[in-house]
């Protein structure tokens, strides 16, 4: 079934990501974001290459296929270092573009395939599973660029989704009588292992 929900939150975290981008100038794309080595150009680059890569991703279940989100070898960092110089208005153009590619593609998936694969870099997900990772990368990245979205700012539909993946997965990432502790209030918060 088509998650329209996460659509409709999608979409609108696009329109106002693209108004959030319209003031910068082509020196203030240039700063630093508030990702280590990456500038704002950096995190508009690599936004609008995920989306693109995602776009193709959504056409593999009508075509009868298991699309893989990039080939054997890319590099994301070095994809973004390459379009990071550019202008404002490319940088813009650039991700409009591709969030129209994105849209496009999920008006154009049938109600009945949603639970179609695509080959992601973690493995198999449904397309329901990469809308939902889509969100987290627009809204994440958002707040990067330091252009006065915050994390307070977030929607409640990707919060309270993506708080629940991450809580399934903590138990994982530390000692567990530590976490207890920390969950007790009897112990500080463990340092967690990388997800």
Not at 20 to 27: C, R, S, Y
Not at 84 to 89: D, F, H, K, T, V
Not at 90 to 116: K, N, P, T
Not at 152 to 160: G, H, I, K
Request: glycine share 8%.
């Amino acid at each position: 079934m088509k998650p329209t929900a996460y659509i409709e939150v999608c979409r609108t975290s696009h329109h106002r990501l693209l108004e959030g981008l319209a003031p910068p100038t082509d020196e203030d794309f240039k700063t630093p974001s508030l990702l280590p080595r990456f500038t704002r150009g950096h995190v508009v680059t690599h936004l609008a290459n995920k989306a693109s890569a995602r776009a193709l991703l959504f056409g593999g279940p009508a075509a009868g296929e298991i699309r893989r989100l990039r080939p054997v070898g890319y590099d994301a960092d070095v994809a973004a270092d390459s379009g990071a110089g550019r202008s404002a208005a490319e940088l813009r153009a650039d991700l409009e573009g591709s969030f129209g590619l994105i849209q496009a593609a999920w008006d154009a998936l049938d109600d009945g395939v949603w639970d179609g694969l695509g080959e992601m870099i973690a493995g198999p997900r449904t397309m329901t599973e990469i809308i939902a990772h889509h969100l987290r990368n627009v809204e994440v990245h958002h707040a990067d660029l330091d252009i006065g979205y915050r994390i307070s700012d977030w929607p409640a539909l990707f919060v309270e989704g993506e708080l629940a993946k991450r809580l399934r997965t903590l138990s994982g990432r530390a000692d567990h009588a530590d976490l207890l502790a920390w969950l007790l209030n009897r112990a500080r918060a463990p340092d967690l292992a990388p997800w």
